[in-house]
């Protein structure tokens, strides 16, 4: 089992930065890849970025390439969010997940309970 808490959330102005975190704890040697969705009342949760955690490799949704920035430090086994130049539409809440799957287990999706960035005009 993983458990993976949220922090970093809040309101902002347009323009502004906020940096997201997720703890992971319990079987974190079986996470291979983290990362972060959100979702915005009314819409599907949309895929933002994803992180290899053991080669460091990242992915990240046209919507947010060049403004967001997915890092990890294994040593604490936390993945980091860096939003950047935040606009209105990026108000959501947004998710941690982490995939899990060894050589004796079947992969499995953990998530986290979500934390809002509220982005004022």
């Known amino acids: 089992q993983v458990q993976l808490v949220e922090s970093g959330g809040g309101l902002v102005q347009a323009g502004g930065s906020l940096r997201l975190s997720c703890a992971a704890s319990g079987s974190t040697f079986s996470i291979n890849a983290m990362g972060w969705y959100r979702q915005a009342p009314g819409q599907q949760r949309e895929l933002l970025a994803t992180i290899i955690t053991r080669g460091g490799s990242t992915n990240y949704a046209d919507s947010v390439k060049g403004r967001f920035t997915i890092s990890r430090d294994n040593a604490k086994n936390t993945v980091y969010l860096q939003l950047n130049s935040l606009k209105p539409e990026d108000t959501a809440v947004y998710y941690c997940?982490?995939?899990?799957?060894?050589?004796?287990?079947?992969?499995?999706?953990?998530w986290g309970q979500g934390t809002q960035v509220t982005v004022s005009s």
């Open positions: 997940y982490a995939d899990s799957f060894t050589v004796t287990t079947i992969p499995k999706r953990y």
